[in-house]
């Protein structure tokens, strides 16, 4: 579990640094097994203006733990209810 943990928060620094814009970024802070969708880790984000102030948050996005793709919880809700 570990490892996983470890992979995820990987992907999510990743996912941070390449959506960085002019006046806001990402900022990680948590990880944890999903409590909606088995197979999914729920990932937090802060969200910063230039300075460092935070704006708003967290954001939370899901990563699947096997594919790496990354959803909103929204659409990942939405998707599995229309299962």
């Not at 937090?44 to 733990?65: H, M, R, T």
């Amino acid at each position: 579990m570990k490892h996983i943990h470890e992979s995820i928060q990987t992907i999510a620094i990743e996912y941070a640094e390449k959506n960085k814009m002019e006046y806001y970024s990402l900022e990680f802070i948590s990880a944890k097994p999903s409590t909606f969708i088995e197979g999914f880790w729920d990932v937090g984000f802060a969200i910063k203006d230039s300075e460092g102030n935070e704006l708003d948050g967290p954001q939370l996005l899901a990563i699947d733990e096997n594919t790496s793709e990354i959803k909103s919880i929204e659409d990942l809700i939405k998707e599995k209810l229309g299962d």
